[in-house]
């Protein structure tokens, strides 16, 4: 079964780290790095977040998608990234209260491998600590 993919905040070949689902709940994933390979793992670290955390990531996320569309089109240039003049205040407000939910519910870690999928979703299998 496959699980929503929200936000993918970091993106190098693959996502990296973000929002998604996992087993049906919210959660945040990031991407462990294998420091003897130099690269980054097929394995994820998941930490759960609530419901009202995930309302902030989503409306963060709307703002850096309207400053994108503005970019792609010429409206507004790459300096002003990641928010529009007019949303630079509250995407700083949602990027601090993401980032302080984050370090407040980094108690219960999962670890899990990803596909993740064309349609926005992934599929996770646990791994063993």
Not at 47 to 65: C, D, G, M
Not at 86 to 91: D, T
Request: a negative charge.
């Amino acid at each position: 079964m496959s699980d929503t993919v929200y936000v993918v905040d970091l993106f190098h070949d693959r996502p990296i780290e973000g929002f998604a689902n996992f087993e049906g709940s919210p959660h945040h994933f990031r991407c462990e790095f294998d420091h003897d390979a130099d690269e980054y793992s097929d394995v994820y670290c998941l930490t759960p977040i609530s419901a009202a955390t995930l309302q902030l990531v989503v409306e963060r996320w709307q703002i850096w998608l309207r400053w994108n569309a503005a970019f792609r089109a010429g409206e507004t240039s790459l300096d002003t990234h990641p928010a529009l003049p007019n949303e630079n205040a509250r995407y700083d407000e949602l990027k601090k209260a993401v980032c302080q939910a984050l370090k407040d519910s980094e108690t219960a870690v999962y670890r899990a491998r990803a596909k993740f999928l064309p349609n926005e979703t992934v599929e996770w299998t646990r791994v063993s600590s």
